[in-house]
């Protein structure tokens, strides 16, 4: 009976030490989780760079910029606009140039006589989050001030970048110098188009590239690359473009539609550097079939139809293009015609036409 008192009694006891030990981990936990809970604003003392950025980012060392605004998203936006134009860059160029760079090296599935290793390590670089707004490097931190001020400090370390930007120089270097010893001038070549495109398209990069990294370090200020800027190779290309003439034979009902269309056209090759003849011959002829037709439902809407092939002075077909869609009007059907028309010069022009165009441009490369 005693040994059986015993332990009941000690039994108690270990329930009792469990129910504390577990009161103490749930206290814990809810202070941690207020603790975690907490805003940075909240807690976050303001940091010497806000009064002081030479003394804890020196010039010598970065290149660094602090600008206040009412929120975080126009301090941002500021802060990179004030840090671009430091390195002479326009961001919403440069990042329209790598993002037209990729869109090449994604498109790029055709003989591929060149090897894209260094290209694609280029691609992913441009896509990773250190890109901030087309400056491959920068480092922000943020500050909420009492008040609800917000500072953003946007820098970037002069040599850990200078090495990163010097570096994709030189592999952008090395592509562009392959694709121009692969491409000379060939009457009526496609083929060498698209690669001094695709050089082209890569040295616009490189060249916004040398201008942050000649402000990175101005050692680098005499070390341009071989092939020299983008607009030597442009003028190469546009030797090449001359050298391909796109004949042109448009099918429609109207001969005033026949005409814009006609015209939409050859400038768009005009455009690019190709000689246009609009009586349908040359290397190449785009032969184009469009049509309307009206349709009457609760609305009136016109359907157009733009079918379009590139052939070679062969007849062998090398590019192909369909489309077709419609524009309503509530009850004019000439105006649905109108706009229906408008949508095919705007294909033309900026349009899925001009875009596929140049995704068949890219995959030749």
């Not at 301090?75 to 160029?93: G, K, P, Q």
């Not at 917000?150 to 200078?162: I, S």
Request: net charge positive; charged share 20%; aromatic share 10%.
């Amino acid at each position: 009976m005693k040994n059986f008192i015993t332990r009941r009694r000690e039994d108690a006891k270990k329930r009792c030490r469990t129910t504390t030990w577990r009161l103490c981990v749930f206290a814990c936990g809810f202070l941690l989780f207020v603790s975690c809970g907490s805003t940075p604003q909240q807690i976050q003392k303001m940091p010497a760079w806000v009064n002081e950025l030479e003394s804890v980012y020196p010039s010598k060392d970065w290149v660094a910029v602090v600008v206040s605004a009412p929120t975080q998203n126009q301090a941002e936006s500021e802060a990179m606009n004030s840090l671009a134009r430091v390195f002479r860059t326009d961001i919403a160029a440069l990042t329209q140039m790598s993002q037209n760079f990729t869109q090449i090296i994604d498109n790029s599935q055709g003989s591929r006589s060149i090897t894209f290793n260094e290209a694609q390590n280029f691609s992913q670089e441009v896509q990773t989050s250190t890109n901030v707004q087309g400056l491959i490097g920068v480092q922000i931190e943020v500050y909420r001030s009492p008040n609800g001020e917000v500072f953003v400090n946007a820098r970037m370390n002069r040599r850990e970048c200078a090495a990163r930007y010097s570096g994709m120089i030189r592999e952008n270097t090395a592509i562009i110098e392959r694709l121009l010893s692969s491409a000379t001038p060939i009457a009526g070549s496609f083929d060498i188009y698209s690669r001094l495109n695709f050089a082209h398209s890569l040295a616009q990069v490189t060249d916004n590239f040398q201008n942050i990294l000649e402000v990175l370090d101005p050692s680098f200020a005499n070390r341009k690359p071989s092939y020299g800027t983008a607009n030597a190779i442009r003028t190469k290309l546009l030797e090449c473009a001359s050298l391909i003439t796109v004949g042109i034979a448009v099918n429609t009902e109207q001969e005033a539609d026949k005409v814009l269309f006609t015209r939409a056209i050859g400038s768009f090759f005009r455009d690019l550097g190709f000689r246009v003849n609009e009586n349908g011959t040359g290397n190449y002829t785009l032969k184009a079939n469009i049509r309307f037709e009206t349709i009457t439902q609760s609305v009136i809407s016109c359907r157009y139809f733009f079918d379009a092939v590139l052939e070679n002075q062969n007849g062998a077909a090398v590019f192909s293009f369909t489309e077709d869609n419609r524009k309503a009007h509530h009850n004019n059907a000439s105006e649905a015609r109108r706009l229906a028309v408008r949508a095919v010069e705007a294909s033309i022009k900026e349009g899925q036409f001009a875009k596929e165009f140049h995704t068949w441009i890219n995959s030749l490369i």
